[in-house]
């Protein structure tokens, strides 16, 4: 990797970022009832109209970072300066709160269960690729083949619904919602370990259904290594048919899913908007989905400008570490 290849993929990466801020700032403004219209409406409900005009201002740039008396230029170049230059995203109109607070509190529980998702959904989907292209065209192919696009047919937060009735409803096997259980102290102690989990378990399992689609994939890449010359040699040497499947086919199938699996951690996160919702877990996704609903538009931004950014941030990274997991690629040569 070269220094200008570096710099190149940074670039875009920045690039893509100041896009997206801007075209997200510029449809806020465009919207009936934008940011400034909303938080005037707020303050002067609030006050029983008695405020005067530059207090109002005033108070409407200290929540929205916006001073609604600058052209539209000066305003984005505000709020940019404040985003990039001093992490301040603004207020909270309706939690009263700095929105990179109130971020900071939701995203280590948001990340929690990207992560377990993340985890079960491509493990998964590595085992049954690699397993399904070693029985190609047996009845555990077809059959695990079927119940895969099945799968990916239906929308995860249908998969949460359905969970929530059988596991939650029906059986009380998991809790329908909530972080961890009422009355348990949190800290390092069993009950409150296995109370995380539990409640994580089922929004963790919904996410990974998408996650899963990774299988036919995998299944595809470990069809093309069967026909190496080394896996007929394996075979004619009489290695065990596990050996085979997991350290010849399956370590050498695996890498193209590298990619796949870090672009994957943008889509595990945008899911968690719909998933934390469906089992009310207070993360960051529960957080802009209540963004939405009161039409918190500092608040609203700032989540979509952090997910912007860890989107990124995976596919940059995935960008430059994928040399180090297969040497006989490289990148930015001339």
Do not use: C
Request: hydrophobic letters at 45%; zero cysteines.
């Amino acid at each position: 990797m070269t220094p200008k290849y570096l710099l190149k993929r940074l670039g875009q990466a920045i690039l893509t970022f100041l896009v997206t801020m801007t075209v997200s700032f510029l449809l806020y403004q465009a919207m009936p009832g934008g940011p400034t219209e909303a938080m005037r409406s707020v303050i002067l409900s609030q006050s029983g109209g008695s405020v005067d005009i530059d207090r109002l201002n005033r108070m409407i740039q200290l929540y929205t970072n916006v001073n609604p008396d600058q052209p539209m230029h000066v305003q984005y170049f505000n709020y940019a300066s404040d985003v990039i230059l001093r992490q301040d995203l603004g207020t909270s109109f309706f939690k009263n709160e700095k929105v990179t607070t109130l971020i900071m509190q939701r995203i280590p529980w948001s990340m929690f269960i990207s992560v377990y998702a993340l985890a079960l959904g491509y493990s998964l989907s590595i085992f049954l690729g690699v397993m399904t292209a070693y029985r190609e065209k047996s009845r555990f192919d077809s059959t695990v083949s079927s119940l895969i696009i099945g799968l990916n047919s239906i929308p995860y937060y249908i998969v949460g619904v359905v969970l929530i009735y059988f596991l939650a409803i029906q059986n009380n096997y998991f809790p329908t919602g909530g972080r961890i259980g009422s009355g348990i102290t949190a800290g390092y102690n069993p009950e409150f370990m296995l109370s995380l989990v539990k409640h994580a378990a089922l929004p963790a399992i919904s996410m990974g259904a998408l996650a899963t689609s990774g299988a036919l994939a995998m299944r595809g890449n470990a069809i093309r290594v069967l026909g190496e010359d080394y896996i007929r040699v394996a075979q004619l040497r009489g290695l065990r048919e596990t050996r085979i499947a997991t350290q010849y086919l399956g370590h050498n199938s695996i890498l193209p899913m590298y990619t796949q699996f870090m672009i994957g951690i943008a889509g595990v996160f945008s899911s968690a908007v719909i998933v934390e919702e469906v089992f009310a877990y207070p993360g960051m996704g529960l957080l802009m989905f209540e963004a939405v609903k009161t039409q918190d538009y500092p608040l609203l931004m700032g989540t979509l400008i952090v997910f912007t950014a860890i989107s990124l941030t995976a596919i940059f990274i995935a960008d430059l570490t994928y040399t180090l997991i297969d040497p006989r690629i490289s990148v930015g040569e001339e």
